[in-house]
Structure formats: structure tokens, C-alpha cells
């Protein structure tokens, strides 16, 4: 079944150090989208790529990184520079204005 | 910029009582709208959606229905279960900023047997 498979679903990170969170799907989509989302806050976009090797800030990009090297891959790369990167990360394609979810990633600063 | 403003939550509601949950937003010219579900520790669903005024989307007995003179997309079912205990996020796509999802900060529903 074509889908979203975000990896893992619960990180665990010291602070200062960076990680990265994987985002594949084989859904043959063009676009991907990293989300954020906090209690209270709904989603706010991080980073979107709408082609391979092509990608754009969204609203809350300071802190994080990506990269679109593959069409079915968009990791996003949570920096030692986020100040509160403690949140649920949510990663999304869309093809012709239909959008598809993964189930996210949890990650909490320790 | 586009954006959408929901009702804030949470919502409590008895099984079998009316849903309303509210939604209006800005944007400039004529974008899709959506809801989407959020079941614990889970992605988001899909509900519904519509892309053109007048448009009612359904889903599992979900409805909306894209106002352009108001502006609005409430969300709405004449008879909620526990199962329905989520948190509903309006969005719509700004096709104007490379066509991401700009999302309403969610309504927390809780539906007591």
C-alpha cells in the first residue's frame, strides 16, 4: 500500500546535539512538507520541496535544515540551534491538491 | 497572508448531541478548504473537503459547507459517538505560497458516553 512512513516514532535527544528525522513515501508525489505542531498552536510549516533537489523555507525555518535529494525522501534535520525543538513533527506529500500524512515523530530534548 | 481561525476548544459533548465546530478565513482569491482529524498520537485524516463555493463536503457524517460570503467552513454532525473524540483542524491551501496547507489551531472535541 502506497503511504507516508515517518522514522522513528519517539526520539529522544540531548541538548546541543543534532538529529534527524526520516520522511519516505511511494506515493510518486512531487511535493513534501515538514510541519510542527505544538498544543494550542495547530501545525505551522517548517520547510516545503515541490521538486527534487529544490526546496523553500516555510514559516518557522530557523533551526532546522532539509534536503531533497530523492523524490520519495525528505528528512529534516533538527539543529543544535532550535531553541525548543521539543514537539510532534509531522511530514506530508500532495500531488493535485490531495494531501497525505505520516503519523509523525515525537521528539523530546532530554 | 491567508489564514483560518477555528473555535477554541475543547469541546465536551454528550453522545448523540449536535456538532459545531467553527471555522472562517482569509485569503485572496478562491482556495480549497478542508477538515482534518487527529486521533491520539496519530497523523492527520482527511474528513472532508470542498474547492469551490457552495461545495458541501461529507464524511462519516461530517458536513461543511464552503460560505464565500462569509467566509466561513463549519463543521458540523447531528449525532456525535466517543469514537468522534479527536482534535478537527480547519485548513485550506494557498495557492499563492507554492500551495501548502495553512491550518486553524485545532478544537479539541471529547464526547462522554
Known amino acids: 500500500d502506497g503511504g507516508i512512513t515517518q522514522s522513528p516514532k519517539y526520539l529522544f535527544r540531548k541538548e546541543g546535539q543534532n538529529v534527524t528525522l526520516s520522511c519516505e513515501q511511494n506515493?510518486?508525489?512531487?511535493?513534501m512538507y515538514w510541519y510542527r505542531q505544538d498544543p494550542g498552536q495547530g501545525l505551522r510549516l517548517i520547510y516545503y520541496?515541490?521538486?527534487?533537489?529544490?526546496?523553500q523555507k516555510g514559516d518557522i525555518a530557523e533551526g532546522y535544515s532539509v534536503s531533497r535529494e530523492k523524490k520519495e525522501s525528505f528528512p529534516l534535520t533538527v539543529t543544535s540551534a532550535q531553541k525548543n525543538p521539543t514537539a510532534f513533527y509531522l511530514c506530508?506529500?500532495?500531488?493535485?491538491?490531495?494531501?497525505?500524512f505520516g503519523s509523525g515523530t515525537r521528539l523530546t530534548v532530554v | 497572508g491567508d489564514s483560518v481561525t477555528q473555535m477554541e476548544g475543547p469541546v465536551t459533548l454528550s453522545e448523540e448531541a449536535f456538532l459545531t465546530i467553527n471555522c472562517t478565513y482569509t485569503a485572496t482569491g478562491y482556495p480549497s478548504l478542508f477538515w482534518y482529524v487527529q486521533y491520539p498520537g496519530e497523523g492527520l485524516q482527511l474528513l472532508l473537503k470542498a474547492t469551490k463555493a457552495d461545495d458541501k463536503g461529507s464524511n462519516k457524517g461530517f458536513e461543511a459547507t464552503y460560505r464565500k460570503e462569509t467566509t466561513s467552513f463549519h463543521l458540523e454532525k447531528g449525532s456525535v459517538q466517543v469514537s468522534d473524540s479527536a482534535v478537527y483542524f480547519c485548513a485550506l491551501i494557498a495557492y499563492n505560497q507554492g500551495g501548502k496547507l495553512i491550518f486553524g489551531q485545532g478544537t479539541e472535541l471529547s464526547v462522554k458516553p
Open positions: 506530508a506529500s500532495s500531488r493535485d491538491r490531495g494531501y497525505t
Open positions: 506515493l510518486n508525489h512531487d511535493a
Open positions: 520541496s515541490q521538486i527534487v533537489n529544490d526546496f
